[in-house]
């Protein structure tokens, strides 16, 4: 009996001690400096867009908790990324309330194995860099006949070395940005068939890194950085939402841009490596963020790290998710679009250069900025916004 105690005394230590160094490994890897940062008490800038509900639900708010009580079935949800990270668990929360989601992934078979079980789930080949990938697909849709209630984009790939589209166009942009466009404009009238539909584009607040390089989209010139490219391309995100809501709400559209929240155990960091590492590197990248799930890696790291400021704290998956299914259902945003949510609620507008972890910038909400993106997106995509039907 004593030796079978300790055996198990010292497998529990050793199952403790690789979870402890898998939780340093894991903590290493994100070099984050938040949880030392000061208390922010700085400035917030008033705006009348930028005004906060409030909202009954918070920076912890899960998915799940938003759709309690929310009957959902008749709707027809469509979102990018909805197969891995954040996107799944919006997934698994709008489809418990009954709606048909329609998940869009350019790995059809890894989005069935991570789909399978959840119903209504239709599963469709997009990938975003390639144009006639896009058209297909919504051609598809449009010639069902059916309304599009809500289309989330989510799919994103982040902190990528430099390359380029074989249109010679930044990766990170054209996937983020200009493949989203192109989507929306062209799941338009099925948009307007809904009489009363929500687009929700996935931003960040990694759009604090810096605003689009109008002059320079494509790092032509521009020393190039994985970090100031993804920060453009969700800075885009949100420009294209204010130009989005502004020329679509007479057609009883409304957009929003949505920040998940800091969210370690995402898939995001693998997808970024598709294409540009070996598939050995993509899949434990993976593995690394399903394990840091299985393991509740985000909870224990929060209880350590125990950050000042509340938009420092780390979010699951789960709640991370919590914005994206809000922003796509939620009563309390009826009659609002054009802005900027964080933790369940409208974000409030903080000053350029601002160390403020939560808000959102100046720059990515200017109206005449994004009208110039807009027009670069027609340019870029040959996409343009048709007439609205008599």
């Given at each position: 009996m004593m030796t079978f105690l300790?055996?198990?005394?010292?497998?529990?230590?050793?199952?403790?001690?690789?979870?402890?160094?898998?939780?340093?490994?894991?903590?290493?890897?994100?070099?984050?400096?938040?949880?030392?940062?000061?208390?922010?008490d700085g400035p917030v800038i008033p705006d009348d867009r930028q005004k906060p509900l409030p909202s009954r639900f918070g920076h912890e708010t899960a998915a799940a908790e938003i759709v309690e009580g929310l009957d959902l079935r008749g709707k027809t949800i469509v979102i990018t990324g909805g197969h891995s990270g954040t996107g799944l668990?919006?997934?698994?929360?709008?489809?418990?309330?009954?709606?048909?989601?329609?998940?869009?992934?350019?790995?059809?078979?890894?989005?069935?194995?991570?789909?399978?079980?959840?119903?209504?789930?239709?599963?469709?080949?997009?990938?975003?860099?390639?144009?006639?990938?896009?058209?297909?697909?919504?051609?598809?849709?449009?010639?069902?006949?059916?309304?599009l209630h809500v289309l989330i984009n989510s799919a994103a790939i982040m902190g990528t070395p430099l390359e380029r589209d074989r249109r010679g166009y930044e990766r990170q942009f054209a996937t983020n940005a200009l493949g989203?466009?192109?989507?929306?404009?062209?799941?338009?009238?099925?948009?307007?068939?809904?009489?009363?539909?929500?687009i929700v584009n996935l931003s960040s607040r990694g759009h604090r890194a810096g605003g689009a390089l109008f002059d320079d989209i494509h790092f032509e010139h521009t020393e190039y950085s994985g970090m100031r490219a993804y920060a453009q391309s969700k800075t885009a995100l949100a420009l294209l939402t204010v130009k989005l809501d502004a020329l679509l709400q007479e057609r009883n559209i409304r957009a929003y841009a949505a920040h998940p929240g800091p969210v370690p155990s995402t898939d995001l960091f693998a997808a970024g490596r598709v294409g540009s590492d070996s598939p050995h590197a993509v899949r434990l990248a993976r593995l690394h963020a399903r394990l840091a799930r299985a393991l509740h890696v985000t909870e224990v790291l929060n209880f350590f790290r125990r950050p000042k400021n509340v938009g420092d704290l780390y979010k699951t998956a789960q709640q991370g998710a919590a914005t994206t299914v809000w922003a796509a259902v939620s009563k309390d945003l009826e009659g609002i679009g054009g802005v900027y949510l964080e933790d369940c609620d409208i974000a409030v507008l903080v000053p350029d250069g601002s160390p403020a972890p939560f808000g959102v910038r100046p720059w990515a909400l200017d109206k005449e900025a994004a009208e110039r993106l807009w027009r670069l997106c027609e340019e870029m995509t040959g996409i343009r916004l048709a007439a609205r039907a008599p």
């Open positions: 300790k055996i198990a005394a010292m497998l529990c230590l050793l199952l403790a001690f690789l979870y402890g160094g898998f939780v340093a490994h894991f903590q290493y890897s994100l070099h984050d400096p938040s949880a030392s940062a000061p208390l922010y668990e919006a997934v698994k929360a709008l489809t418990s309330a009954g709606a048909t989601v329609i998940a869009l992934a350019r790995d059809v078979e890894r989005a069935r194995e991570n789909l399978r079980g959840i119903a209504p789930v239709e599963i469709e080949a997009v990938d975003l860099l390639q144009p006639e990938s896009i058209d297909a697909f919504a051609e598809k849709f449009l010639a069902s006949n059916r309304p989203h466009f192109a989507l929306t404009i062209r799941l338009l009238p099925a948009l307007e068939r809904a009489n009363g539909a929500r």
